[in-house]
């Protein structure tokens, strides 16, 4: 009897720990560490539609106010909720109509209804939409935001969203309106193209066709280049593309992101919000995507959400409720006493976009409170393994058995292919185990795939030379094979 007590209680506490190490939820709570003054002195002066990190504490805030005709940057250096401002700037009317400037010699264009930007180091692109929607590049410098000379024309269509990837190749997203097909074009970097800094337009390296019409207002990449992350506010989608600039990407059948939230709001009407801005949060591979109204006061402030998304599946791993965190402030959902009071708290939640530093806070903005907000996760980041790189659905017809093909070639050194076949709709896994049974990779990791037959590219680059089993589970089925890497 007690042989069997303290086999059970081994078994219950080794489920335990497996299960707090493959744990991919975010259980811990958020804290609102500051959000900058709305005030004369540390304020942006308007409304900021998004912000872009330099580094912690260092930023550029993008304020953007179509009615007022009022388009500028903001640096930030050094910052929190009452200190960092760099250079001078009225306040509400008094800049109405005023409008940033990217120049170089002679070259001048206005900046006009930008609605997103991104940074690789101390460069600010920005989507801009003057009539050759070019993307506009400026530096972060120690004492203001100066024009970088370097510019892209991207065509006739209205631009939103922008990334730029590890090796500084930047993506745009064109989204005429949301009855449109919108599109993501993907040009080299500044180094790599002569047309950035010549005011010319440039072949973009692959153009990405949505799946469907819709606003597409966030992009989001991995460092490695070979994940993308688009936002449909209007289908509430987030879709996910896989493959590289160079040879292409495909829609990723194995991930499913639906958001739309919702709320009966204190006057009884209810308000709904759905994905706008993305960001990976490198290292962790976690997405992020912010969840709001469309530019919706009033009611709108009771939604604002922040989604963390497994970056493989599309599930729901936590949370950040920035109009909750208000209401928990201040008592109300548009409230901030002289827009200072509280220093953690801007009050009137309207974000749109989601950002990082280097350190994992996380910045937001509220676009209606004019504010810059910094947040820390009192918890710890899962690091989840991005194995959804490697899967591509063939164009197959749908399988009559549950299947495992011998990987090619074999043996391999340092990549493979594997090729398999599922019946049903069902979550899949597929593993790399060394002959002692010891667990070296997960290639795909419980995502939910359809019917059908797929192949996944296995680089073993970093295993050494040797005999190893690769094992497919779907739901009680499994079928393991060996493969051989020789070095």
């Given at each position: 009897?007690?042989?069997?007590?303290?086999?059970?209680?081994?078994?219950?506490?080794?489920?335990?720990?497996?299960?707090?190490?493959?744990?991919?939820?975010?259980?811990?709570?958020?804290?609102?560490?500051?959000?900058?003054?709305?005030?004369?002195?540390?304020?942006?002066?308007?409304?900021?539609?998004?912000?872009?990190?330099?580094?912690?504490?260092?930023?550029?805030?993008?304020?953007?106010?179509?009615?007022?005709?009022?388009?500028?940057?903001?640096?930030?250096?050094?910052?929190?909720?009452?200190?960092?401002?760099?250079?001078?700037?009225?306040?509400?009317?008094?800049?109405?109509?005023?409008?940033?400037?990217?120049?170089?010699?002679?070259?001048?264009v206005?900046?006009?209804?930008?609605?997103?930007?991104?940074?690789?180091?101390?460069?600010?692109?920005?989507?801009?939409?003057?009539?050759?929607?070019n993307?506009?590049?400026?530096?972060?410098?120690?004492?203001?935001?100066?024009?970088?000379?370097?510019?892209?024309?991207?065509?006739?269509?209205?631009?939103?969203?922008?990334?730029?990837?590890q090796?500084?190749?930047?993506?745009?997203?064109?989204?005429?309106?949301?009855?449109?097909?919108?599109?993501?074009?993907?040009?080299?970097?500044?180094?790599?193209?002569?047309?950035?800094?010549?005011?010319?337009?440039?072949?973009?390296?692959?153009?990405?066709?949505?799946?469907?019409?819709?606003s597409?207002?966030?992009?989001?990449?991995?460092?490695?280049a070979?994940?993308?992350?688009?936002?449909n506010?209007?289908t509430n989608?987030?879709?996910?593309?896989?493959?590289?600039?160079?040879?292409?990407?495909?829609?990723?059948?194995?991930?499913?992101?639906?958001?739309?939230?919702?709320?009966?709001?204190?006057?009884?009407?209810?308000?709904?919000?759905?994905?706008?801005?993305?960001k990976?949060?490198?290292e962790?591979?976690?997405?992020?995507?912010?969840?709001?109204?469309?530019?919706?006061?009033?009611?709108?402030?009771?939604?604002?959400?922040?989604?963390?998304?497994?970056?493989?599946?599309?599930?729901?791993?936590?949370?950040?409720?920035?109009?909750?965190?208000?209401?928990?402030?201040?008592?109300?959902?548009?409230?901030r006493?002289?827009?200072?009071?509280?220093?953690?708290?801007?009050?009137?939640?309207?974000?749109?976009?989601?950002?990082?530093?280097?350190?994992?806070?996380?910045?937001?903005?509220?676009?209606?409170?004019?504010?810059v907000?910094?947040?820390?996760?009192?918890?710890?980041?899962?690091?989840?393994?991005?194995?959804?790189?490697?899967?591509?659905?063939?164009?197959?017809?749908?399988?009559?058995?549950?299947?495992?093909?011998?990987?090619?070639?074999?043996?391999?050194?340092?990549?493979?292919?594997?090729?398999?076949?599922?019946?049903?709709?069902?979550?899949?896994?597929?593993?790399?185990?060394?002959?002692?049974?010891?667990?070296?990779?997960?290639?795909?990791?419980?995502?939910?795939l359809?019917?059908?037959?797929?192949?996944?590219?296995?680089?073993?680059?970093?295993?050494?030379?040797?005999?190893?089993?690769?094992?497919?589970?779907s739901?009680?089925?499994?079928?393991?094979?060996?493969?051989?890497?020789?070095?």
């Amino acid at each position: 009897m007690k042989k069997l007590y303290f086999f059970s209680l081994f078994v219950v506490i080794c489920f335990m720990l497996s299960n707090n190490v493959y744990s991919q939820t975010l259980d811990g709570t958020w804290k609102c560490l500051y959000a900058t003054y709305d005030d004369d002195t540390n304020g942006a002066g308007y409304p900021v539609i998004d912000v872009g990190i330099i580094s912690e504490n260092n930023f550029v805030a993008l304020v953007s106010r179509a009615s007022k005709s009022s388009f500028y940057l903001v640096g930030y250096k050094d910052a929190d909720s009452a200190n960092g401002r760099m250079g001078t700037f009225g306040y509400g009317s008094a800049m109405a109509n005023f409008h940033t400037i990217w120049y170089n010699m002679f070259d001048q264009v206005d900046m006009n209804d930008p609605n997103a930007l991104a940074t690789k180091g101390n460069l600010v692109y920005v989507a801009n939409n003057d009539v050759d929607h070019n993307i506009l590049v400026f530096e972060y410098q120690q004492d203001s935001v100066y024009s970088y000379p370097a510019r892209m024309l991207t065509g006739s269509d209205y631009i939103w969203a922008i990334d730029v990837d590890q090796a500084g190749r930047v993506y745009v997203s064109q989204t005429p309106d949301a009855t449109s097909v919108g599109k993501v074009l993907i040009f080299d970097s500044i180094e790599n193209e002569p047309s950035w800094g010549m005011g010319l337009p440039a072949n973009p390296l692959y153009t990405i066709t949505m799946p469907e019409p819709g606003s597409i207002r966030g992009i989001a990449v991995d460092p490695s280049a070979q994940a993308l992350y688009v936002s449909n506010y209007t289908t509430n989608k987030v879709y996910c593309f896989t493959g590289t600039p160079s040879t292409g990407y495909t829609l990723n059948p194995s991930f499913n992101c639906f958001i739309h939230d919702m709320k009966i709001a204190t006057a009884g009407d209810t308000v709904y919000g759905s994905p706008w801005g993305l960001k990976f949060l490198k290292e962790k591979n976690i997405l992020f995507v912010a969840s709001t109204p469309d530019f919706t006061t009033g009611s709108g402030y009771e939604m604002s959400k922040i989604h963390a998304i497994n970056p493989n599946t599309g599930d729901s791993l936590g949370t950040l409720d920035i109009a909750q965190w208000n209401f928990n402030m201040t008592g109300s959902y548009q409230n901030r006493t002289g827009g200072t009071t509280p220093g953690n708290a801007s009050g009137y939640a309207s974000n749109y976009n989601v950002e990082f530093d280097e350190n994992n806070y996380l910045y937001s903005t509220s676009y209606y409170g004019w504010t810059v907000e910094k947040w820390m996760y009192e918890g710890t980041f899962p690091v989840i393994p991005l194995t959804i790189v490697g899967v591509e659905k063939l164009n197959t017809p749908i399988p009559v058995e549950f299947n495992l093909s011998q990987n090619y070639p074999n043996p391999f050194n340092p990549t493979t292919t594997i090729e398999f076949s599922i019946t049903n709709n069902s979550r899949v896994s597929l593993d790399v185990y060394s002959v002692t049974g010891e667990l070296v990779a997960q290639l795909i990791n419980n995502s939910e795939l359809t019917s059908g037959s797929y192949k996944y590219t296995f680089d073993a680059s970093k295993l050494a030379s040797g005999v190893y089993i690769y094992k497919l589970t779907s739901g009680i089925n499994t079928i393991s094979k060996k493969m051989t890497l020789i070095k």
